[in-house]
């Protein structure tokens, strides 16, 4: 390894150990072949993720736009709808990536 990637690799580390990137929890054996992953990206640094996304719907009301995620919790073995306010000053934004 050259000297650049080494550095980079060093600094990649770094940042995970300090909490300044969190690692993407490891893809689940069971996850449905239609289903799509959620990311919703905070101000802190942090990452929420959402796998088996059966929906998503974006609405828009009074100026205000709410995110909402049907999905399949498998902690508590429902599904359920997460909702979030995209107005609120702690979410930077969202990702929605379809199964390949």
């Not at 289903?35 to 796998?51: C, P, R």
């Not at 709410?66 to 909702?83: A, M, P, Q, Y």
Request: aromatic content about 12%; hydrophobic content about 30%; glycine content about 4%.
């Amino acid at each position: 390894m050259d000297d650049k990637k080494v550095q980079e690799a060093y600094l990649v580390d770094w940042f995970y150990k300090n909490g300044f990137i969190e690692p993407k929890p490891e893809v689940k054996k069971d996850k449905k072949s239609n289903s799509k992953e959620v990311k919703v990206f905070l101000v802190n640094g942090k990452t929420l993720y959402f796998d088996n996304v059966s929906s998503t719907k974006e609405l828009y009301e009074n100026g205000r736009s709410v995110l909402l995620i049907k999905h399949f919790d498998e902690e508590t073995n429902k599904k359920r709808i997460s909702c979030f306010d995209l107005n609120k000053e702690n979410i930077i934004g969202y990702s929605i990536d379809d199964e390949l």
